[in-house]
């Protein structure tokens, strides 16, 4: 095992952030922004298990597990948004819910 | 070994990623999503975070994006977008800007830093045990060390389910979203219509 792996490790997870970055600042459907909120918190989860990893510590995992339940519990209420949204309006996207803007 | 699984799953997540991102039907986009999702789950296990491996599996790909799908289906908004239409001028420009600020800084932090670049106390709560199960050092510290987290986190997901069958009741008077006059007063550009004939 090469000495300098765990750091690839928080580089592909920093990448990975980035590209659900951008996925939820370009895209415009709901759906895929949710998607794209996943991608980033999967990129923590891989970065908090490669820091207990590296600091030979149980917690970077345990503290995954709270990370899944956050990320179960906003894609529950994000989607049931969604479907309340598109009830009113089927068609609608991201730049249409301009209402929340009071 | 663990060098040529890393490089593998690595690729097999950034083109999932990346596939997430561009794709224009949706359901692909689920679909890259779970190829990402498969590849951490194989990064865990390469990390000797067996556990957190197979929950990756069953609540991200077994739960969330089967979740995600269904609504998917459920909406019927699985035709492909027109993702060339650039509503917000210089969006994508600004948006990519962004993104390579965010990865240039995190990656200048790691790469400049080296093993530096992660501080702390080492086995600050419990070491990581080679003879002890995986599961078994997870459950002691989510029962001891974190019970109270984990107490919070029963509240969490009862008021996510309650508020998941509160927003997804139907309600009686089902009216479309009307303009609003303040926005049109503005000189916003109005709304996406409803077209009558195809509204469901």
Partial sequence: ?102 | METAVFIVCALIVLAGAIGVVMSRNPVHAALSLVATLFGIAVLFLNLGAQLLAVVQVIVYTGAIVVLILFVLMLLGVDEDEDLDAEPIVGQRILAVLVGLLLAGAVLAVIILGKDAAVTGAHSATEAISPSIANIVQIGRQLFTTYVFPLELTAGLLTIAVVGAVVLSRRPKDLQPIPEPESMTELGDDPLTTIPEEAAH
């Fill in chain 1, 1 to 102: 095992m090469s000495p300098n792996l765990p750091l690839a490790y928080l580089a592909l997870s920093a990448i990975l952030f980035a590209i659900g970055g951008v996925g939820l600042l370009v895209r415009r459907n709901p759906l895929v922004m949710i998607m794209c909120v996943e991608l980033m918190l999967n990129a923590v989860n891989l970065t908090f298990v490669t820091f207990g990893k590296m600091l030979d510590d149980i917690s970077g995992q345990v503290i995954v597990f709270f990370v899944m339940v956050v990320a179960a519990a906003e894609v529950v209420i994000g989607l049931a948004l969604i479907v309340a949204m598109a009830r009113r309006r089927p068609e609608a996207n991201a730049d249409d819910l301009r209402l929340l803007r009071g």
